[in-house]
């Protein structure tokens, strides 16, 4: 079999403008005109192929760029949003009804958790939290009106790797969807081929890498991509998160760098942990064989994209963390920012903001440390120098 290859799949599409331009145009109109009346009572009716009614439905630009997400996850179809959280919330929500039950990994980005902690059970649906790599504890957790496995590929800000071919088979065992965020690790994984029905991404990311806009996406079969647009009853329809046709022209644009991008990022990310290992830092990079997640990164991921540009660093304490953090900006390194997948590195303490929401004693439960920087390793040309000031921070304040 010819191995899926999410790059050629992208650079493989004939996307055209209006005049032949080699971008496709950009569609500036909310509404579009019909010849014929009925052409539009049967947009409406969800009726007629290559339409377009009203750009919170779709619109051409977003077409094309969802038509892209779609041959880079190898599914049938996609839908784009304003944000990241945006299509996380207008998948789960058009899956699930009053009474439905979720099985979640425990460690998910700050915000979806919030989501499902706190604002789900306003609808009475149930959330339960696991330890997504405890297999057993997944499938005990399973109810008969278990609608939705939620994990992330490789999960924030711990960097656990799901395996993703036993969560899709407990997942359809029980009749339940598996829904994957794979906003970490595009083109490196491609959870599609690995039994995920839904993936969803914030865009915002390392799929448009310029840190300029937030953005998300939603893939999956065209039947569950037409019910998210469906007139009546789509959550992407009625709840309204359309993204908006000038940005996804310009992230379009920008996913056709992103496989140079992602194996930059994973080349520096490996040369930078090699080296934290050398000078006895505790940290987690799924690309390090001694990593829980290792073994299954290697059985599902697309290897000419690398382990990804994400690293853990336990500093211990908060305090720890904040003078390294502080340091490191002021040397250079990178910013002290939240956030990810961008060309400069990005440094944070988890604990005190993107993963602020979850309580403390639960980031104690599920293995964080206060003193956790997540490390997004940008795309250094000089990723020897980048560590020699690195190293110079930790050695200044005695922490190696
Ligand atoms: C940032 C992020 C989100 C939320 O995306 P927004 O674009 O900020 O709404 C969801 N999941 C993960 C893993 C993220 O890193």
Redesign the pocket.
Known sequence: MKKFDPASNVQDLMQFGEFGDVNPSITDSATYTFLEAKSMVDTFHGETEGCFLYSRHWNPSNKYLADALAAMEGTEAAWVTA????A?TSAILQLVNTGDHIVSSIT??G??YAFLKNYLPKFNIDVTFVDITNLDEVKKAMRPNTKVIYT?TMT?PMLNISDLPALSEIAESFGAKLMV?N??TPMIVTPSKHGAHIVVY????FINGKNDC???AICGSFEYINSLADVNSGTAMLLGPVLDPLRSSSILKNMHTLHIRMKQHSSNAMYLAKKFKEIGLTFVYPGMPECKGHDILNRIMNPEFGYGGMIAIDMQTAERASNLMEMMQNEGVGYLAV??GYFKTLFSNSGKS?SSEVPEETQKEMGMSEGLVRFSVGLDNDIERTFEKIHYCLKELNYV
């Open positions: 944000s990241g959280m945006g996380i998910t980005y915000g979806t992330e924030n965020d906003t970490f914030s865009m915002t990311k937030v953005a998300g956030s990810l993107t």
